[in-house]
């Protein structure tokens, strides 16, 4: 198993209007060809504006074959086009468990 762990930066004051967005349009399109998250959350002390959410896959080729299968549909492109400017930056990662993992 892989996890894709995402943080992106969100514009000031578009916290509420992002996370409504991807609520009504993307959660519904990932959850079709991705499957539910692992973990969706926001940042409640730190750095403010972020959105830090988990996806699980099975392996690199699994991420990719469901990744390509997203961002053929209709409804993704018209996710990102409504989303465009809303993200100020946006790190990823891939996390491997470890041996000892309680989650593999």
Not at 49 to 78: G, S
Not at 88 to 99: E, F, Y
């Amino acid at each position: 198993m892989i996890i894709d762990h995402r943080t992106y930066v969100i514009a000031h004051g578009r916290n509420k209007e992002y996370l409504a967005l991807f609520e009504a349009e993307a959660l519904p399109v990932q959850i079709k060809h991705i499957g539910e998250p692992v973990a969706y959350f926001t940042t409640a002390v730190g750095p403010v504006n972020e959105v830090v959410h988990l996806w699980a896959y099975e392996d690199f080729a699994d991420m990719e074959r469901k990744r390509k299968a997203r961002d053929a549909d209709p409804a993704w492109a018209e996710y990102k086009r409504k989303s465009a400017g809303m993200l100020v930056d946006q790190r990823n990662k891939i996390l491997t468990p470890t041996s000892f993992s309680p989650m593999k």
